[in-house]
Every structure is written in structure tokens, then in C-alpha cells.
């Protein structure tokens, strides 16, 4: 198994303002995905995090605010940007075992922009 | 595009009872099925991981199953506790190469063990 950390764990932030998460594997990946839990709902799928190259985002979730960094095998950071009181929702990594089969996820970031 | 749902949506049984939740999907190509647990202010635990190819998996007081030609999982714990209260997302990964590792989520069905 994995074993993921995020920071920070919860932020509360201003309009207009920008938060970046980062996300820690205790051993090499392959994939790495970002997922968004808004207040209520389900988790959502933002983006693949590819190492070495640009992410991979869902239909509905773009670039330019949500700019993902994935460094080495390890790391991985994502950035809500420009945030409005929508974006308050729980950010969560996640990584998949060998195969993509089982997959682990972090403790999740919990975001409250007011 | 893939639906999941998850019935029914919350959940409140004595401890002792048996639980089951279902899951159902609309797409039937998918190339696994996991059941997640989550509690407040936690990430997810994995629980089950079925693969397209099997019929149920079981671990401890819980046991998954997965007819894929209907599309839908149960996952049954027996004899609930209070520990067990949390909420149960089903989630499916689609048999596609771009769809690799991409989880789709059900809403989750909410459960309290009283005890």
C-alpha cells in the first residue's frame, strides 16, 4: 500500500486569492490523480497528474485555474486559483497501485473561501 | 457517459444488523468496481476491488458482489458496530485507455450503527 500525505490539511482563504496543495507518496508512482469533494456531493475527477509532462484535465476543469505540477514520482501539487466561495469543496490526491487497480487516497485538503 | 448510484442514500441499523448497499452503473464495460470508505474529516480506505471478470469479493464481515451484465455491486457487512458508521462510495473504473485509472464515484450512502 501507499501511504499519502497532504498539506495543508485545512485552509480557510479570501476571494481572489490562491491556494497550492501539495501531495506526498511514500513511494514511486505511476499515476496521480486530484479529485474534488464539494459540500454535499460526491468526488469529482480534476485532472491526471503527469510526471514530466502537462496534466490531463476532465471536461469542466482547465488549466488556468487549476495548474498542477507533478515534479518527480513522488510529489504532486495543486493550485486553485483566482478562488470564489464555489471552490470551497475537500481537494483529495490519490494514487494507483500497480495495474490500476486498487487506488489510495490522501487524508484530503478541506478549503473554505469566504 | 457513465451513472453511478448508490441506494439508498443514508442509513441507520441497530448494531447487529446486517447491512447491505447497493450501486448500480449504467455503462457495463468497466474494468473494476471499488468499494471506498470514508469518514469525517478522513481520505478514503479502500475496502473491496472487484475486477470485471470476478462475481464478489470478501474480506472479514464484508463480502461484495458485481453482475455486470446488470450493472450493479452490493456490499453486505455483517453484523454491524458502531465502528462501521461512515459513509460507502462504490466507484468503477471504465475499460477504456483513456478511462485508465479515472475513478467515477456514486454520491455515497451515508450509514449510522447505533448501538
Known amino acids: 500500500s501507499a501511504v499519502i500525505s497532504q498539506k495543508p490539511s485545512r485552509d480557510i482563504c479570501q476571494r481572489g486569492t490562491s491556494l497550492t496543495i501539495q501531495c506526498q507518496v511514500d513511494s514511486q508512482v505511476t499515476m496521480m490523480f486530484w479529485y474534488r469533494q464539494q459540500p454535499g456531493q460526491s468526488l469529482t475527477l480534476i485532472a491526471t497528474a503527469n510526471q514530466g509532462s502537462e496534466a490531463t484535465y476532465e471536461s469542466g476543469f482547465v488549466i488556468d485555474k487549476f495548474p498542477i505540477s507533478r515534479p518527480n514520482l513522488t510529489f504532486s501539487t495543486l493550485t486553485v486559483s483566482n478562488m470564489s466561495p464555489e471552490d470551497s469543496s475537500i481537494y483529495l490526491c490519490?494514487?494507483?497501485?500497480?495495474?490500476?487497480?486498487?487506488?489510495?487516497f490522501g487524508p484530503g485538503t478541506r478549503l473554505t473561501v469566504l | 457517459k457513465q451513472e453511478v448510484t448508490q441506494i439508498p442514500a443514508a442509513l441507520s441499523v441497530p448494531e447487529g444488523e446486517n447491512l447491505v448497499l447497493n450501486c448500480s452503473f449504467t455503462?457495463?464495460?468497466?474494468?473494476?468496481l471499488q468499494w471506498f470508505r470514508q469518514d469525517p474529516g478522513k481520505g478514503l480506505t479502500s475496502l473491496l476491488l472487484?475486477?470485471?471478470?470476478?462475481r464478489e469479493q470478501t474480506s472479514g464481515r464484508l463480502n461484495a458482489s458485481l453482475d455486470k451484465s446488470s450493472g450493479r455491486s452490493t456490499l453486505y457487512i455483517a453484523a454491524s458496530q458502531p465502528g462501521d458508521s461512515a459513509t460507502y462510495l462504490c466507484?468503477?473504473?471504465?475499460?477504456?485507455?483513456?478511462?485508465?485509472?479515472?475513478?467515477?464515484f456514486g454520491a455515497g450512502t451515508q450509514v449510522v450503527v447505533t448501538p
Open positions: 455503462d457495463s464495460a468497466i474494468y473494476n
Open positions: 472487484i475486477q470485471s471478470s470476478q
Open positions: 490519490s494514487v494507483e497501485s500497480r495495474g490500476a487497480m486498487l487506488q489510495y
Open positions: 466507484a468503477v473504473i471504465q475499460g477504456l485507455a483513456d478511462s485508465w485509472g479515472k475513478l467515477q
